[in-house]
């Protein structure tokens, strides 16, 4: 059973960084596609960044340049750095992963993608 745990949420004021942790146990972050998201009130699901088992990463536009993923394969764990962060950047974020072999390698900024989710951490930003 695939389970995902976030930390590293909390208050930061804007232009502030943070760090998130997902740890993750029954899937390998090394060999299958990874991803965080997020979820402010009211709004949709956003993809923020994914890394596929090859180390290809993408990001989404607004996060480009501050925020960068990445994993610990001793650990099985995947970050989130999260730098010069903005009150838009306030919501819940999930880390996400999907084992299925239609998404190995394309790894999309897409909620359908994954079928893996964590509770969930909480980022408030502000100004």
């Known amino acids: 059973q695939v389970q995902l745990v976030e930390s590293g949420g909390g208050s930061v004021q804007s232009g502030g960084s943070l760090r998130l942790s997902c740890a993750a146990s029954?899937?390998?972050?090394?060999?299958?596609?990874i991803a965080w998201f997020r979820q402010a009130p009211g709004k949709e699901r956003e993809a923020l960044a994914t890394?596929?088992?090859?180390?290809?990463?993408k990001y989404t536009d607004s996060v480009k340049g501050r925020f960068a993923i990445s994993r610990d394969t001793a650990k099985n764990t995947l970050d989130l750095q999260m730098n010069s962060l903005k009150p838009e950047d306030s919501a819940m974020y999930y880390c996400?992963?999907?084992?299925?072999?239609?998404?190995?390698?394309?790894?999309?900024?897409?909620?359908?993608?994954?079928?893996?989710w964590g509770q969930g951490t909480q980022v408030t930003v502000s100004s």
């Open positions: 890394r596929n088992r090859y180390g290809i990463i």
């Open positions: 996400a992963a999907t084992s299925s072999p239609l998404f190995a390698n394309s790894c999309p900024l897409s909620r359908a993608a994954f079928a893996n």
């Open positions: 029954g899937l390998s972050v090394s060999q299958n596609c």
